[in-house]
T-cell receptor, first 113, second 113 residues
Framework: NAGVTQTPKFRILKIGQSMTLQCTQD?????MYWYRQDPGMGLKLIYY???????DKGEVPNGYNVSRSTTEDFPLRLELAAPSQTSVYFC????????????FGQGTRLTVV | GDSVTQMEGPVTLSEEAFLTINCTYT??????LFWYVQYPGEGLQLLLK?????DKGSNKGFEATYRKETTSFHLEKGSVQVSDSAVYFC????????????FGTGTRLTVIP
């Protein structure tokens, strides 16, 4: 049971480059989330999805895009990388309902130079 | 809107000391409440949860009681160990149709031998 898998684990980007952070879950969860965690800080919600074909903005969506074409996958796209996007990115998923546990991936550490 | 407020950290304790990390919430209705733990270099994982008033969640010696009258869910442990050093997040899922997930800012705990 793989749970939530994020790739890559580490990445260094130059300013202006683009990349996609991959997130896949094998638990058939409806809800998926992308968070960023800056050093010494809490989680900030970037985007979330309540099911395939449905996405919505979170607290800090600027500079990012997402898609949810399947239940399993929820990739996060950075189009023009900026130093302010240096952070650790976490993907999470959970089943529908008011009491369900969220499962997190191991994170992607991104540095923009 | 719904929110979670945690005590500011960091918290440093000696081994075998008593731990309390405060968490209060604002929500419409009666949300489900959670504590998540993040060990260094890892994603968050569920520590314990409570789904209704006066419920007590417990795991690994940690406990938290859902207090409706004070809108609180404080995390406690009677005797901390070095291995408990981590960041602890309080969270809630609201009871609206969206079942949104909200995290507190996290509290870093360091336990010294």
């Amino acid at each position: 049971n793989a749970g939530v898998t994020q790739t890559p684990k580490f990445r260094i980007l130059k300013i202006g480059q683009s990349m996609t952070l991959q997130c896949t879950q094998d638990m058939n969860h409806n809800y998926m989330y992308w968070y960023r965690q800056d050093p010494g800080m809490g989680l900030k919600l970037i985007y979330y999805s309540v099911g395939a074909g449905i996405t919505d903005k979170g607290e800090v969506p600027n500079g990012y895009n997402v898609s949810r074409s399947t239940t399993e996958d929820f990739p996060l796209r950075l189009e023009l990388a900026a130093p302010s996007q240096t952070s650790v990115y976490f993907c999470a998923s959970r089943d529908r309902g008011p009491n369900t546990e969220a499962f997190f991936g191991q994170g992607t550490r991104l540095t923009v130079v | 809107g719904d929110s979670v407020t945690q005590m500011e950290g960091p918290v440093t304790l000696s081994e075998e000391a008593f731990l309390t990390i405060n968490c209060t919430y604002t929500a419409t209705g009666y949300p489900s409440l959670f504590w998540y733990v993040q060990y260094p270099g890892e994603g968050l994982q569920l520590l314990l949860k409570a789904t209704k008033a006066d419920d007590k969640g417990s795991n690994k010696g940690f406990e938290a009681t859902y207090r409706k009258e004070t809108t609180s869910f404080h995390l406690e442990k009677g005797s901390v160990q070095v291995s408990d050093s981590a960041v602890y997040f309080c969270a809630l899922i609201d009871q609206t149709g969206a079942n949104n997930l909200f995290f507190g800012t996290g509290t870093r705990l360091t336990v010294i031998p």
